[in-house]
């Protein structure tokens, strides 16, 4: 049964590793920020300085929508494995980000990327394998939408 969960689950966890790279604007989040669940409060499972600087950058108005903010605001150039170190310590920035570190299904092998960077390293490789290049493939605008 762990095999069968691993096939299926690591290709997409170790597909997030993207985030440690890349950024996403204020509205992508917002409502973790200022109105999780239609609640009117913040995701109260967000680390609370992490919140309050996030709500600095990304105050609750319209004009700071598209304002830009790392998915890994430790290491913004670096491509390692501090963007599951952050996810461990609440510091998730988009909501599903923050689901593979709590989802028991996936939150062990987030622990194990975040405590072990050779084998986050090692798993992204063996991902790139069989990776489509050229006039196969194309590097997405939004990565949920084929170009």
């Known amino acids: 049964m762990q095999l069968c969960y691993q096939v299926k689950?690591?290709?997409?966890?170790?597909?997030t590793c993207a985030h440690t790279i890349c950024?996403?604007?204020?509205?992508?989040?917002?409502?973790?920020l200022f109105n999780f669940s239609g609640s009117g409060k913040p995701d109260l499972?967000?680390?609370?300085?992490?919140l309050q600087g996030l709500q600095s950058m990304c105050p609750d108005q319209v004009d700071s929508d598209t304002k830009l903010v790392?998915?890994?605001s430790v290491?913004?150039?670096?491509?390692?494995?501090?963007?599951?170190?952050?996810?461990?310590?609440?510091?998730?920035?988009?909501?599903?980000?923050?689901?593979?570190?709590?989802?028991?299904r996936t939150a062990s092998m987030v622990?194990?990327?975040?405590?072990?960077?050779?084998?986050?390293?090692?798993?992204?490789?063996v991902s790139n394998i069989g990776v489509l290049t050229g006039q196969d493939g194309e590097i997405r605008k939004d990565c949920k939408v084929v170009n």
């Open 23 to 32: 950024f996403a604007p204020c509205f992508t989040f917002k409502p973790r």
């Open 75 to 104: 290491t913004t150039t670096k491509f390692d494995n501090t963007y599951y170190k952050n996810l461990v310590n609440n510091f998730g920035l988009l909501q599903s980000d923050h689901v593979l570190g709590t989802d028991n």
């Open 111 to 125: 622990l194990n990327y975040s405590k072990y960077p050779y084998l986050f390293l090692k798993d992204f490789g």
């Open 45 to 50: 499972e967000l680390d609370v300085s992490f």
């Open 70 to 72: 790392p998915l890994d």
């Open 9 to 15: 689950c690591t290709p997409y966890i170790i597909s």
